[in-house]
T-cell receptor, first 113, second 112 residues
Framework: SAVISQKPSRDICQRGTSLTIQCQVD?????MFWYRQQPGQSLTLIAT?????????ESGFVIDKFPISRPNLTFSTLTVSNMSPEDSSIYLC??????????FGSGTRLTVV | GENVEQHPSTLSVQEGDSAVIKCTYS??????FPWYKQELGKGPQLIID?????GEKKDQRIAVTLNKTAKHFSLHITETQPEDSAVYFC???????????FGDGTTLTVKP
């Protein structure tokens, strides 16, 4: 299965600033997915990133707050913009393993102060 | 949309005992049900999955059962070991593995 490298692994940021999270996959994949995991909670899909097209956002998530880039078939970024303490979460990128579930990156633990 | 409920939220067992985690789903069109294990500081890892055309699947100490009529599926871990301690998530999706709905997770603690 694919190997995903996600950076940074953690960060502490000031409110009002932005953080860009990078996700690199060791093989070409059509779709990449960005999830948010709030402390002690489940995984919520933010958006699906397809190469060459705009990302598709889930209900409750908007492009202005979470802009996504997908410049090629192995890389994607998620930016958390104008951060507030409520954005403190783990952000995970993932790719589909064909028909067999997801492979996840190790996550970015974000704390907004 | 799909709704997945997972129980219990926490589970503590003695080493060597069995552990069972149960999930229910709402959308009868869901046909793929994976289970993920998340250790502290890591992303979730797929440990076993089952499709709707199968009632049970086993992989060493781990098994998953599916009851399509009742719309529930369960994870069974036998002969638990301390390294099984983690958060376990169930999920459900409709064909497209790219959009799964996750349960709220079960924190399993195996006491030596």
């Amino acid at each position: 299965s694919a190997v995903i490298s996600q950076k940074p692994s953690r960060d502490i940021c000031q409110r009002g600033t932005s953080l860009t999270i990078q996700c690199q996959v060791d093989s070409q994949v059509t779709m990449m997915f960005w999830y948010r995991q709030q402390p002690g909670q489940s995984l919520t899909l933010i958006a699906t990133a397809n190469q060459g097209s705009e990302a598709t956002y889930e209900s409750g998530f908007v492009i202005d707050k979470f802009p996504i880039s997908r410049p090629n078939l192995t890389f994607s970024t998620l930016t958390v913009s104008n951060m507030s303490p409520e954005d403190s979460s783990i952000y995970l990128c993932s790719v589909a393993r064909g028909d067999y579930g997801y492979t996840f990156g190790s996550g970015t633990r974000l704390t907004v102060v | 949309g799909e709704n997945v409920e997972q129980h219990p939220s926490t589970l503590s067992v003695q080493e060597g005992d069995s552990a069972v985690i149960k999930c229910t789903y709402s959308d009868s069109a869901s046909n793929y049900f994976p289970w993920y294990k998340q250790e502290l500081g890591k992303g979730p890892q797929l440990i076993i999955d089952i499709r709707s055309n199968v009632g049970e699947k086993k992989d060493q100490r781990i098994a998953v059962t599916l009851n399509k009529t009742a719309k529930h599926f369960s994870l069974h871990i036998t002969e638990t070991q301390p390294e099984d301690s983690a958060v376990y998530f169930c999920a459900a999706s409709k064909g497209d593995a790219g959009k799964s709905t996750f349960g709220d997770g079960t924190t399993l603690t195996v006491k030596p």
